[in-house]
């Protein structure tokens, strides 16, 4: 049974009408810059914009085209939501050298940006892409679910300035009974497809979605899973009992980071390019102090 104190939000696709009200409302409240500039984001034929994350955007409305068979509307739009899915089992937490980023009782996965090195471990282990890297401060930025909304006894700012009630929070086991009742309700209007993302996925998601047309058609993937990559960084971890920095420079020795759904494979040591001299420096040294420890016991 879920834990009672568990929260989640339930976004409905088949509710939302795209308005992107909820990207706005989440760039304000956590003051996160938009291009100002005319014509700074190139128009690429979609409503989509940005057309991804990135380190000031946590939340991107995505919209697919699909055939709909009917001769007198051919076109649908499945409209989706793309942001932190706050997993039960989060591989970015798992794989985090600092420990910025934790986990709470009620499911939320947020972070602490002071801790945070750069390494982008977190954006190797994610099977949803989510975390980005934000060269301006050379921290991570991701949904923390407005936890500072929800420590105030408020609620997220995208569901507080939803109109047509696409977003709700509340309790995950009332979430999810709500997504079963409107999926349910669209099956009967003939949307066979209709299913609720997120009741099993990850161990259990925080953001649950209602897809009308299934979850491939939001480009949600079919059983994600832990990055293994994630098991090699615990065990490094374990195994050498170093700093933070050292257990970075020596997993970008060895790994190689898997790929994201969405983005093309990258190394770690392209990912290192990120980082800042400081952290290239303050990894070196410690590596170097830790290779010449280890030479001194043999
Ligand atoms: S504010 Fe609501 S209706 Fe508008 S895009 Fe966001 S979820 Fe959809
Ligand atoms: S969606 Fe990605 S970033 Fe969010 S909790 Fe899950 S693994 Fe972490
Ligand atoms: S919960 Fe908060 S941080 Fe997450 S997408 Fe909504 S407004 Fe943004």
């Known amino acids: 049974m879920a834990n009672k104190k568990e929260v989640a939000i339930l976004f409905d696709s088949s509710h939302c009408t795209g308005c992107k009200g909820c990207q706005v409302a989440c760039k304000q409240w956590n003051v996160l810059p938009a291009p100002l500039e005319k ?3 190139k128009f690429t034929g979609s409503y989509q914009s940005p057309a991804d994350l990135n380190g000031d955007t946590r939340l991107v409305m995505t919209f697919a085209e699909h055939e709909s068979g009917n001769k007198f509307q051919p076109l649908n739009f499945a409209i989706g939501r793309r942001s932190c899915f706050h997993c039960t089992d989060a591989g970015c937490v798992e794989a985090c050298s600092s420990g910025a980023l934790y986990k709470t009782p009620e499911g939320v996965v947020a972070f602490d940006s002071a801790k ?10 994610c099977p949803f892409d989510v975390p980005r890297f934000r060269p301006t401060d050379g921290t991570i930025d991701k949904c923390t679910l407005c936890l500072d909304r929800l420590e105030e006894g408020g609620i997220p700012a995208c569901v507080k300035t939803c109109q047509p009630e696409a977003l709700c929070f509340g309790p ?13 309700f669209l099956k009967k209007k003939g949307f066979a497809k209709a299913e609720l993302y997120g ?8 953001i649950l979605s209602v897809c009308k047309h299934g979850h491939e058609a939001y480009g949600l993937p079919t ?6 990559s994630v098991k090699t960084a615990k065990l490094m971890r374990t195994v050498t009992g170093v700093g933070t920095a050292a257990v970075v420079a020596g997993l970008a020795v060895s790994l190689i980071a898997a790929r994201g759904y969405r983005r093309d494979e990258v190394t770690i040591e392209e990912a290192k390019k990120h980082w800042t001299p400081e952290q290239r420096e303050k990894a070196d040294r410690e590596v170097k102090a830790l290779l010449e420890k280890e030479a001194g016991n043999h």
């Open 116 to 125: 945070c090195n750069g390494c982008t471990y977190c954006e190797s282990a």
């Open 172 to 184: 995950r086991d009332e979430m999810i009974a709500k997504g079963r009742q409107r999926v349910e």
């Open 223 to 228: 059983n994600p899973t832990v990055n293994p």
């Open 39 to 41: 014509n700074s984001i």
């Open 199 to 206: 009741e099993k996925e990850m161990g259990g998601l925080h």
